[in-house]
């Protein structure tokens, strides 16, 4: 086994130092990692599990948790950069996920379709990842939303409704193109 030069190993010791300070209160299991500055508002609770790799660098991740609200990221799991994930209730991203750049999850819409509404909340609904699912670049994931174990969602596309285990998902609404 070829021996990890003394730069690569100052490295992850450094992403391991930058995700403690700037994930700073939240629950961060061992060696998580994170590689330039994210912006986080932490009002509730942030779970990180072991080995957690964030990526912040071209474009800053967004992580943001309100006030008694969840958002917990599992184990091995990759969030690439300009990804932003608002959790007002609950958003639970599973053990080796892979999410792409700009990558959009919210589990709440914000406001309200109806004109006369628009300034109100509506209620939320949680947003559950699976273990292992892959969701590409600039994929949206709406309110309510689970996606299954193993499961993929192509580039750029709008997650509206659940994902079954062990598919590939995509398009505008998604939908599901074969199962894997």
Not at 109 to 120: C, V
């Amino acid at each position: 086994m070829p021996s990890r030069s003394l730069t690569g190993i100052v490295s992850d010791i450094l992403a391991v130092l930058r995700a403690r300070w700037y994930l700073r209160g939240a629950e961060l299991g061992p060696r998580v990692r994170l590689w330039g500055r994210p912006v986080v508002h932490k009002g509730g609770r942030l779970v990180i599990g072991e080995r957690a790799r964030l990526v912040s660098t071209v474009v800053p991740l967004e992580l943001a948790v309100a006030p008694g609200a969840c958002l917990e990221i599992g184990a091995g799991t990759f969030i690439n950069y300009g990804s932003s994930i608002a959790a007002t209730e609950l958003v639970r991203i599973g053990p080796r996920c892979n999410i792409g750049t700009y990558a959009m999850i919210m589990d709440n819409d914000f406001h309200r379709l109806e004109p006369e509404r628009r300034q109100e909340r509506p209620p939320s609904a949680p947003i559950i990842l699976e273990e292992n699912v892959w969701l590409g670049g600039r994929v949206t994931v709406l309110s309510g939303v689970t996606i299954g174990v193993g499961s993929v969602v192509g580039a750029g596309s709008v997650v509206t409704k659940s994902i079954p285990p062990r598919s590939l998902a995509a398009g505008v609404p998604a939908r599901v193109i074969r199962h894997l």
